[in-house]
C-alpha cells in the first residue's frame, strides 16, 4: 500500500480541529489538497474515517478513531527518526505527551518531571490531567503516549506496568473519638458521615470497600477535589477513605488530620502507567517509564 506521512498528517489535523477548514488554515494549506488527501487514505484502506455534518465540521468514526491513533504513533515515531538522523548526540529530543490522573499528579509528578528535565533536558513534557475515563479515551484515540493512573476499570487493550500499590486507608480530624485507635473497622465507620471522592470509578470503588462487607456508606458530601476532601474531614465534616498520602498531616486550612488503616481486608490499587498495547513507545517514553521504576517506589 503506498500512503505518505503528509496524508497521515492531514488526516490528524482534522480531526484534532474537528473540520477540513481548521485544518487547512493550521497548516498553511488548501482545503480541496487536505479533502483530496483524506478521500485517497480511505479509498486505500477501505475505511470510513470521518462523518461529514454539514457546516459543522465533522467526526470520527470507530474506525476513525483507531487508524488516527496509529497514525499519531507512527508520525512520532517518524519525526523521532528524523531527529535520530540529524542529531551528533545520543541525546533524546522531542515532545512526550503525557497524561495523569488528577489526584495522582500533585504527589508524583513534580519530582519525576524535575528528574525528567535533569536527566533529558531535551525532552518537553506536556501534561494532560483527568479521571479514569478522560485518560483512557486520551490514550486509546493517540492524544496521549502515556498516562499515569490508577489500574481501575483500564481496557483490556491497554498494557499496564505497576509501578506501585496502595491500600486505602481512614482519614480522621485528629479530634475525632476514633483518631487515638491503631486501626478503625467500618463497621465503626458505617453510621458516620462520609465524605466522598466522587470521581468516575474511585467513587464505585470506596463505596465497593463498605458492601464487600455487607455494609453501606453514609454520604454526606460528594467532592471532586482531593485537597477539598482533606479540608472538609480535617473541619470535622465527617471521615474520608483514600489511597494516597500527603507528606503533610494538616488540611490546607491548617486543621490536624490522622490517616488510621482500616481493620477489615480490603482491597488494594495499583498505580500503573498504561499504554495501548498495538503501539509501540517512542523512546522518549520508554526513556519516561524508566525513571519511573527508578523514582516510584513499589510498597504496600
Not at 459543522?56 to 508520525?75: C, D, E, I, M, Y
Not at 465497593?208 to 471532586?224: D, G, W
Not at 507528606?247 to 498504561?274: F, H, K, Q, T
Request: hydrophobic share 45%; net charge negative.
Amino acid at each position: 500500500m503506498q500512503y505518505t506521512f503528509r496524508q497521515l498528517a492531514y488526516l490528524v489535523a482534522v480531526a484534532e480541529h474537528g473540520s477540513v477548514t481548521a485544518a487547512a488554515n493550521a497548516l498553511y494549506t488548501s482545503q480541496p489538497g487536505i479533502s483530496s488527501a483524506i478521500a485517497q487514505l480511505e479509498d486505500q484502506f477501505g475505511l470510513q474515517f470521518f462523518i461529514r455534518h454539514h457546516a459543522k465540521g465533522v467526526s470520527l468514526t470507530p474506525a476513525g478513531q483507531s487508524f488516527v491513533a496509529a497514525a499519531r504513533n507512527l508520525l512520532a515515531h517518524a519525526e523521532e527518526l528524523n531527529q535520530h538522523a540529524s542529531a551528533l548526540s545520543q541525546s533524546l529530543h522531542g515532545n512526550l505527551v503525557l497524561g495523569c490522573f488528577t489526584t495522582i499528579a500533585p504527589i508524583f509528578l513534580p519530582r519525576l518531571l524535575a528528574a525528567m528535565r535533569d536527566e533529558y533536558p531535551d525532552i518537553a513534557v506536556q501534561l494532560h490531567e483527568g479521571d479514569t475515563e478522560q485518560l483512557q479515551h486520551a490514550l486509546l484515540n493517540g492524544q496521549v503516549e502515556l498516562a499515569l493512573l490508577y489500574d481501575l476499570e483500564l481496557a483490556p487493550s491497554l498494557y499496564r506496568q505497576v509501578l506501585q500499590t496502595v491500600q486505602p486507608y481512614v482519614l480522621l480530624p485528629a479530634n475525632h473519638p476514633l483518631a487515638s485507635q491503631q486501626a478503625v473497622s467500618l463497621a465503626e465507620l458505617a453510621p458516620l458521615p462520609m465524605v466522598l471522592l466522587d470521581l468516575p470509578h474511585s467513587r464505585e470503588y470506596f463505596l465497593s470497600v463498605f458492601r464487600q462487607h455487607n455494609l453501606e456508606a453514609r454520604i454526606q458530601y460528594k467532592t471532586v477535589n482531593f485537597e477539598l476532601v482533606r479540608g472538609l474531614v480535617a473541619a470535622g465534616n465527617g471521615y474520608a477513605l483514600l489511597n494516597l498520602r500527603p507528606e503533610m498531616p494538616y488540611s490546607y486550612a491548617g486543621d490536624s488530620l490522622v490517616c488510621l488503616p482500616i481493620v477489615e481486608e480490603v482491597p488494594a490499587l495499583n498505580i500503573v502507567l498504561a499504554w495501548p498495547q498495538e503501539l509501540r513507545l517512542t523512546r522518549r517514553a520508554e526513556a519516561f517509564v524508566l525513571l519511573c521504576e527508578r523514582n516510584i517506589t513499589p510498597r504496600l
